[in-house]
């Protein structure tokens, strides 16, 4: 046993040393989250800020004025006033502008007669279906605002009262949605990278021989292999939470054991599938494309990263649920932004422990201390 424990340490201190003197190892798990994530946190942004908006003012009256205004003073817009539709329907086609609100003559009749008559049209660019949306919403919540102000509790008294709260990401910031969940894209890539060329590349030195020949076991070779990278992905992790953490200032309401927990369940995933695309694959070039095309694009569609799943059509949701990433998703987003919900960490935890059990169990039985 103490013999056993001995090659162990001797397989895991060669590794260790191998790791410290390739840089890129120590690139991919710290160079390349950086990287990943200052390009993706600051890239990707499912947000609508500062909207250009065409506002055609109709009439003089007091209320257009107003809201007018109020769209004007509203950071979420850049206004342009108009005299008639034509300049502004132009400056829409021509994508000068995202929407264009109009204000017709009679608003003021319009607001406080009893007929159906919309009182204001707004027109959005609907090319972008989801920034279209966005616009559509940020215009209505400023009309319902604007409206509440001027006509109800003013002049109507408080006779329609909607009360909206919004939980988990009151600012509705698309960022503290979509970093947690680039941690997991992150993680996968770096998971699998780490551990696919790591066999691989003892074939192409010709070191495999010299290791099939060594006394040390299936089982400690594969253990020598993953206990040093396991430790460099947790390390990763630690790394990229801190980012999300302190550069793009993602609360973090759950609880720091639950959310490393969760990643060191899905690190063994994806270095057992590192590991099993190494066994397979003999050339490190070979090894890094299957990884990549295996693990991150995949995971970066499919994960729930950035597509709803649910409006995905139902084979493809079926695929979702051979991805760890998915699991982990959904994870780190509640932990970040609701916190321990344990009727979702659970039932992801688990099928991630089944994930790491299926792929280093795949590892184990095609591994053989043999050279065919």
Known sequence: MLTEGRRLWGLV????????????????????????????????????????????????????????????????????????RTPATRALLTGHLDAVVVLPPDLERRLRGPGTDPAVQAVVDGVDANHGRLVRGYLERAWTQWVQERIVGAERGATVNLAYRI????????????????????????????????????????????????????????????????????????????????????????????????????????????LFISTVARSQFIAAQVAILATFLPAFILSGF???????????????????????????QTVFLAGDVWAVILPNAAALLGMAVLFLGLTRARTRKRLE
């Open 13 to 84: 201190r060669k590794e260790t040393l191998q790791i410290v003197r390739d840089p890129s190892s120590i690139a991919i798990a710290f160079v390349l989250p950086l990287i990943l994530l200052l390009i993706h946190g600051y890239g990707i942004s499912l947000d609508a800020e500062v909207v250009p908006v065409g506002v055609v003012l109709e009439s003089d009256a007091e209320e257009a004025r107003s809201f007018a205004a109020a769209l004007e003073a509203s950071s979420a817009f850049r206004t342009t006033l108009f005299r008639n």
């Open 167 to 274: 939980w988990f990401n009151p600012e509705l910031r698309s960022r503290h949605y979509l970093v947690p969940g680039l941690i997991a894209i992150i993680m996968t890539l770096i998971g699998a990278m780490l551990t696919a060329l790591v066999v691989a590349r003892e074939w192409e030195r010709g070191t495999m021989e010299a290791l099939l020949v060594s006394p040390i076991s299936v089982n400690q070779f594969l253990l020598g292999k993953v206990l040093p990278y396991f430790l460099l992905g947790m390390a990763g992790m630690a790394f990229t939470t801190a980012i999300a953490l302190f550069l793009f200032q993602v609360p973090l309401r759950g609880s720091l054991p639950v959310l490393f927990g969760a990643g060191a369940l899905f690190l063994l995933a994806a270095l057992g599938m590192g």
């Open 306 to 332: 950035i597509f709803d799943i649910q409006s995905m059509p139902w084979p493809v949701q079926a695929l979702t649920y051979l991805l760890a990433a998915r699991y982990f998703v959904s994870i780190l």
